[in-house]
């Protein structure tokens, strides 16, 4: 069983940056391939970026991409998805998921385990 907690949600301006963690417990953390989801009000859940298990391969929706960017520590047992040029769109719940599939890090369904979220609001 795995334990994920999110942090360092908040409310920043629009052209601003935040940098979101994931701290994992509970299980072998270099085992997973790692997700960032995100779910705005009345919308779906949606993908934002994955990163597989060594790290050194990350996807990205192209909504985020050049502007957000993963990373994991396998060390430290924590994910990070820095968000840079933050848009009011990009406000919502953001999730961080684990997942023991190599293939098809963008759907929400391969991903076992959840964390509770933190909100990101980005005004104008």
């Known amino acids: 069983q795995v334990q994920l907690v999110e942090s360092g949600g908040g409310l920043v301006q629009a052209g601003g940056s935040l940098r979101l963690s994931c701290a994992a417990s509970?299980?072998?953390?270099?085992?997973?391939?790692m997700g960032w989801f995100r779910q705005a009000p009345g919308k779906e859940r949606e993908f934002v970026a994955a990163?597989?298990?060594?790290?050194?391969?990350?996807y990205y929706a192209d909504s985020v991409k050049g502007r957000f960017t993963i990373s994991r520590d396998n060390a430290k047992n924590t994910v990070y998805l820095q968000m840079n040029s933050l848009k009011p769109e990009d406000t919502a719940v953001y999730y961080c998921?684990?997942?023991?599939?190599?293939?098809?890090?963008?759907?929400?369904?391969?991903?076992?385990?959840w964390g509770q979220g933190t909100q990101v609001t980005v005004s104008s």
């Open positions: 998921a684990a997942s023991l599939f190599n293939d098809k890090p963008d759907l929400g369904p391969l991903y076992r385990y």
């Open positions: 509970g299980g072998t953390f270099s085992s997973y391939t």
């Open positions: 990163i597989r298990r060594s790290g050194g391969s990350t």
